[in-house]
């Protein structure tokens, strides 16, 4: 899983490559959306159209040189000269533009520009950015018996390839119980992930499957593909609380589970 998800990050959709889809989503946005997120503007100009232009900076502080100094002792027979000197450090200031924006006469943003999404994501914008990850408790069960729930786990980790899709590595771990055993599937994939809707995702994807009947003694290895949804009830900026729902089918095997998922996308 480690090596999918530095693979998904080497194409990352964040920063640079994500700042023109976000700065489209905040326009149309009232100014103090944006003024909740950066601030008030260090600047407004009026334009003679009514419109006005708005400018956030911030400062930064340049290291131009560290403090040092020097430290000399002669010795003779007949002398002795001691001599220290010290220089101070040099630290500059300097203003630094994070984000624009044009707002029409009724205070609504006409356009945005930030090369660092400096503001966010709007709420409810179906936009992704950077690494994801996350894990879900659940209850699984067995193509055996649709009756015997048990305790299972999911994990995933990868990253954003564009606002909406996603390469990750998932894990599934399904513990079930059927008439004559308690079956174990563990499932290893690599994953598109696909948000629709800005709260509904689906995935799919390839890997390998271990359907352990009993214990290891009776393993069996196969290819198979997994598929999942999920709905997110509570977002609160990257954070996800969802309930969500993963099935594994391979050529010996199929089993699947229902839970509640934690993840940061």
Same mark, same amino acid.
């Given at each position: 899983m480690r090596a999918l998800a530095l693979l998904a990050?080497? *194409?990352c959709y964040s920063g640079s490559r994500? !700042?023109?889809?976000?700065?489209?989503?905040?326009?149309? @946005?009232? %100014?103090?959306d944006v003024e909740a997120k950066l601030g008030a503007p260090t600047a407004v100009v009026a334009q003679a159209d009514g419109t006005s232009v708005l400018a956030w900076?911030?400062?930064?502080i340049n290291v131009a040189s560290l403090p040092s100094g020097s430290l000399r002792v002669d010795i003779t027979p007949a002398s002795f000269d001691f001599h220290a000197e010290a220089q101070p450090g040099v630290v500059e200031k300097y203003q630094f533009d994070v984000a624009k924006a044009l707002v029409d006469r009724n205070g609504m943003l006409v356009r945005f520009e930030s090369e660092t999404l400096a503001a966010g994501i709007?709420?409810?914008?179906?936009?992704?950015? *950077?690494?994801?990850?996350?894990?879900?408790? !659940?209850?699984?069960?067995?193509?055996?018996?649709?009756? @015997?729930? %048990?305790?299972?786990?999911?994990?995933?980790?990868?990253?954003?390839?564009?606002?909406?899709t996603a390469l990750l590595g998932a894990y599934q771990f399904v513990n079930a119980g059927c008439e004559d055993g308690s079956p174990v599937g563990h499932t290893w994939a690599f994953a598109v992930q696909y948000w629709p809707l800005a709260r509904l995702n689906i995935r799919g994807g390839a890997?390998?499957?271990?359907?352990?009947?009993?214990?290891?003694?009776e393993a069996r290895l196969s290819p198979g593909i997994l598929a999942a949804a999920s709905f997110a009830v509570l977002r609160v900026g990257s954070l996800v609380v969802d309930v969500r729902f993963d099935s594994t089918v391979s050529t010996k095997?199929?089993?699947?589970?229902?839970?509640?998922?934690?993840n940061v996308n």
């Open positions: 990050l080497a *194409g994500a !700042a023109g889809d976000v700065n489209a989503a905040w326009r149309g @946005h009232a %100014r103090v900076s911030r400062t930064g709007p709420k409810r914008a179906n936009i992704h950015t *950077g690494i994801i990850y996350g894990a879900s408790p !659940a209850f699984g069960f067995h193509k055996c018996s649709m009756r @015997h729930w %048990r305790p299972s786990l999911g994990a995933y980790m990868g990253g954003m390839i564009g606002p909406r890997g390998m499957v271990l359907d352990d009947a009993v214990w290891l003694r095997t199929a089993f699947g589970m229902f839970g509640v998922g934690v």
